[in-house]
């Protein structure tokens, strides 16, 4: 199947077509491939646990737009991270390994939030940092969407979706603090050598 998955035996795979259609297959035990096309409602299961999001919690910023202009300003995937509080998939973001020295702006804004000095190797999958540039450039809010208590990171100039900030997990840094921090949210300027 054209831009699909072979799925094993037994086992399902739903391959994305367009925005609502999918193509479904299914090998039996047999061996034979059963396939099929459905229109179904695409909804995110991260997406339907987010209850607040820059645009409806009823917060003011610095820089405020509407939601139409932030569609026409980001690319989608910029637009569902920044705007609509979602994460990037692990070990995909551009910034997640780089060790080029600069400062991070804000994606949306470009408000200057870390530095490449508080960048560290966490492991995890997204770009990790120990403290921001100030702490007036990001905001604080208590998150509860996974099923357990998280700090979100904001930007404090746009409200934009930056990720979330963890203490005490025991890595080597001064603050005791991972920032984790989706590579689309951010914009790196380097360091002029």
Not at 15 to 35: F, I, K, Q
Not at 40 to 66: C, E, H, I, Q
Request: with cysteine; net charge neutral; charged share 30%.
């Amino acid at each position: 199947m054209p831009g699909g998955r072979r799925s094993a035996a037994g086992q399902h795979s739903l391959v994305p077509r367009s925005r609502e259609t999918y193509e479904s297959t299914a090998a039996s035990p047999d061996g034979n491939v059963r396939r099929g096309r459905a229109v179904v409602k695409v909804v995110n299961l991260f997406s339907a646990l987010r209850r607040r999001t820059p645009m409806n919690d009823g917060r003011t910023y610095p820089l405020s737009k509407t939601d139409e202009q932030w569609r026409e300003e980001l690319a989608p995937a910029e637009y569902e991270v920044l705007r609509r509080a979602g994460t990037e998939r692990p070990g995909v973001g551009e910034y997640t390994d780089t060790k080029t020295q600069g400062v991070y702006s804000c994606r949306a804004c470009g408000t200057e939030l870390f530095r490449s000095d508080t960048k560290f190797d966490s492991h995890c999958g997204w770009p990790s940092f120990y403290a921001p540039l100030a702490e007036d450039r990001v905001e604080y809010l208590e998150d509860h969407t996974m099923g357990s208590k998280r700090v979100e990171v904001r930007c404090a100039h746009c409200g934009s979706h930056l990720g979330h900030v963890f203490e005490g997990e025991g890595y080597d840094v001064p603050t005791d603090q991972r920032y984790c921090i989706n590579s689309i949210s951010l914009r790196l300027e380097p360091v002029p050598e």
